[in-house]
Structure formats: C-alpha cells, structure tokens
C-alpha cells in the first residue's frame, strides 16, 4: 500500500495559478501510475489528470479535455511526490482534489475505480 497526502489547495481569484502537491510514502511511485481527480458540490467525481509508468525514461500522460493547455501534471521520482500545475483557474475549477495511485500497468487510467489508493483531498476555490 502507499499512503497519499495532497497539498496546496487554497482560495484564489480567477486566472491564477496553484500548484498540487502528491506526496506519497510507503512505496515509491516510480512505479504507479497516479492521477488527479476532483468532486465539485453537487456532482460527480471527474478526472482531471494521470500520469502513467512505462520505464524509467518513458511515462504517458493524459489530461481532461476541461484542463488541457492550462493543468500540467509531472512528477519528481526523487521525491515521490507527483505535482498539478494549474493555470488559469476558473470559477468551474472550485473542488476537492484528490491524487490517486495505482501500480502500473493499468488499464483505465481515466477510471476512478482502477486506484485503490486515495489521498484525503485538498480544496481548490476560484472565485471570479
């Protein structure tokens, strides 16, 4: 098992920036695939993000078509920890954001229930 914490969250205005921190500890995720999901009020959780592990020098990425050209997902293997860049925020962006990993191979990186490792959340508030 690996244990995820998120950080980061916050309240910013429409058009920042924040930056999502992953850190996960009991394994290292050099080896995981792990995403970026979120749960707005009211709705259902949706994918934002994943980053997978093919080797050492390859990974895929996959982005929502909603974050794409705004949200850059990475990770630093040194640190265990996998990051979301997130720019140009919009009041649609508010939720809870959660990280979750899975050791890869998987085969639905954009599906919540291939992750059976969750972080607690963090909460992302734009306001316009």
């Known amino acids: 098992q690996v244990q995820l914490v998120e950080s980061g969250g916050g309240l910013v205005q429409a058009g920042g920036s924040l930056r999502l921190s992953c850190a996960a500890s009991g394994r290292t995720v050099s080896g995981y695939t792990v995403a970026w999901f979120r749960r707005a009020p009211g709705k259902a959780r949706e994918f934002v993000a994943a980053i997978s592990w093919i080797s050492w020098s390859t990974r895929r990425i996959y982005y929502a078509d909603s974050v794409k050209g705004r949200f850059t997902i990475s990770r630093d293997n040194a640190k265990n920890t996998v990051y979301l860049q997130m720019n140009s925020l919009k009041p649609g962006d508010t939720a809870v954001y959660y990280c979750?990993?899975?050791?890869?191979?998987?085969?639905?990186?954009?599906?919540?229930?291939?992750?059976?490792?969750w972080g607690q959340g963090t909460q992302v508030t734009v306001s316009s």
């Open positions: 979750a990993a899975q050791q890869s191979p998987v085969a639905g990186p954009v599906d919540p229930y291939t992750y059976d490792n």
